[in-house]
């Protein structure tokens, strides 16, 4: 089975461009959560989708976006982006049943870097 | 404080060791461990997951989890230069949808 795959992998932007970061997830998973890495912070939840609803958000400011469609893929973008904005974004995902551990499989993130 | 701790290293251990990673976490409600090793510039990848007391094996890995003591280990024997990486302690809460809470990660060499 297909792992996640996420697209492009490296991308480069100036300030104050906007991105969009595209994740595929595993066959039959239908939760998409997305992540934030940097040195600096470790890892930090985004956001997360199931069934093309938002279920929970992470505290970033309203510059990060997404969405998951029908097939279950989903997109984050991030407008007007800022130096800090340069991380690598991992999605993870996850088919969760109710009242069973909900096990988290990551992709090969994007590394972003802002300029 | 944090919800997940991790001890901070880097450890560092001789080939043929075993290497003992700790995670202590804060939210006595916790449902389920896991752990994750990433290699340097690349993604995490899933090791082991627990979710009950007690000791869970599998290979070289065992987790050990004591919820009274709110306290998850990772213990890998015969510690190989390939198990050089950074090993990540993630919790589920079960109450936050799709959000795992993630340690900052111990760094660990295990030199030939």
């Known amino acids: 089975k297909a792992g996640v795959t996420q697209t492009p992998r490296y991308l480069i932007k100036t300030r104050g461009q906007q991105v969009t970061l595209s994740c595929s997830p595993i066959s039959g998973h239908r939760s998409v959560s997305w992540y934030q890495q940097t040195p600096g912070q470790g890892l930090q939840f985004l956001f997360e989708y199931f069934s093309e609803t938002q279920r929970n958000k992470g505290n970033f400011p309203g510059r990060f976006s997404g969405r998951q469609f029908s097939n279950s893929r989903s997109e984050m973008n991030v407008s007007t982006l800022e130096l800090g904005d340069s991380a690598l974004y991992l999605c993870?995902?996850?088919?969760?049943?109710?009242?069973?551990?909900?096990?988290?499989?990551f992709g090969p993130g994007t590394r972003l870097l802002v300029l | 404080q944090k919800e997940v701790e991790q001890n901070s290293g880097p450890l560092s251990v001789p080939e043929g060791a075993i290497a003992s990673l700790n995670c202590t976490y804060s939210d006595r409600g916790s449902q389920s461990f896991f752990w994750y090793r990433q290699y340097s510039g690349k993604s995490p990848e899933l090791i082991m997951f627990i979710y009950s007391n007690g000791d869970k094996e599998d290979g070289r890995f065992t987790a050990q989890l004591n919820k009274a003591s709110q306290y998850v280990s990772l213990l890998i024997r015969d510690s190989q230069p390939s198990d050089s990486a950074t090993y990540l302690c993630a919790v589920d809460r079960g109450s936050t949808l799709g959000r795992l809470y993630f340690g900052r990660g111990t760094q660990l060499t295990v030199w030939p």
């Open positions: 993870a995902s996850s088919f969760p049943l109710a009242g069973e551990q909900e096990t988290q499989y």
